[in-house]
């Protein structure tokens, strides 16, 4: 199946400051690529989409000055948890349609933990 | 509003056993369908795809599409303990989002 790579695996960070999560596609073009988040033990909760050379596509509820999403190319995305906070630590994870359209992959996802 | 639902579990079965998922949806006009498996801490993997009713078999995998029902299935023939995971349902109509069911807890007891 088609690769996803995500970046890091981990983080840990200090409350009030920023991270930026990478979603690479790396044997395909990704048009469109997805940024979810899943609490322990809870279901995927998609958070945006994010499509190339256009701006992202936030689901309700998402605060989109807080998760900064940048699609610049047709195989990288990027997702920037700004002001970091406590309740922002969870697992996100991205994903991306294959080269046909058919499929999603998942990239390996970062925990994230702010203290 | 396009649901997909699943049995939240935990299912469990013994070693060597079939375990049967099951998986709903909502939306008629869904198109292709898929199962997830994902272990705890790691992101969901891709591990059945089926697009037309009846059965689709890949290894210990069978996958069952019934869309007059709106009903998925996702049979695990010999289970084994390293099945043990969450299994997720997801469904796609072309060219919209891909919804997740919840997922089911799958246990395989050695």
């Known amino acids: 199946g088609a690769v996803v790579s995500q970046h890091p695996s981990w983080v840990i960070c200090k409350s009030g400051t920023s991270v930026k999560i990478e979603c690479r596609s790396l044997?395909?073009?990704?048009?469109?690529m997805f940024w979810y988040r899943q609490f322990p033990k809870q279901s995927l909760m998609l958070m945006a989409t994010?499509?190339?050379?256009?701006?992202?596509?936030?689901e309700q509820g998402v605060e989109k000055d807080k998760f900064l999403i940048n699609h610049a190319s047709l195989t990288l995305s990027t997702l920037t948890v700004t002001s970091a906070h406590p309740e922002d630590s969870s697992f996100y994870i991205c994903?991306?349609?294959?080269?046909?359209?058919?499929?999603?992959?998942f990239g390996s996802g970062t925990q994230l933990s702010v203290l | 509003q396009k649901e997909v639902e699943q049995n939240s579990g935990p299912l469990s079965v013994p070693e060597g056993a079939i375990a049967s998922l099951n998986c709903t949806y909502s939306?008629?006009?869904?198109?292709?369908f898929f199962w997830y498996r994902q272990y705890s801490g790691k992101s969901p993997e891709l591990i059945m795809s089926?697009?037309?009713?009846g059965d689709k078999e890949d290894g210990r995998f069978t996958a069952q599409l019934n869309k007059a029902s709106q009903y998925v299935s996702l049979l695990i023939r010999d289970s084994q303990p390293s099945d043990s995971a969450t299994y997720l349902c997801?469904?796609?109509?072309?060219?919209?989002?891909?919804?997740f069911g919840p997922g089911t807890r799958l246990s395989v007891l050695p």
């Open positions: 994903s991306a349609r294959d080269g046909v359209g058919e499929k999603l992959f």
């Open positions: 044997d395909f073009q990704a048009t469109t």
């Open positions: 994010s499509n190339e050379g256009s701006k992202a596509t936030y």
């Open positions: 939306d008629r006009g869904s198109q292709s």
């Open positions: 089926i697009y037309s009713n």
């Open positions: 997801a469904v796609n109509n072309y060219g919209q989002n891909f919804v």
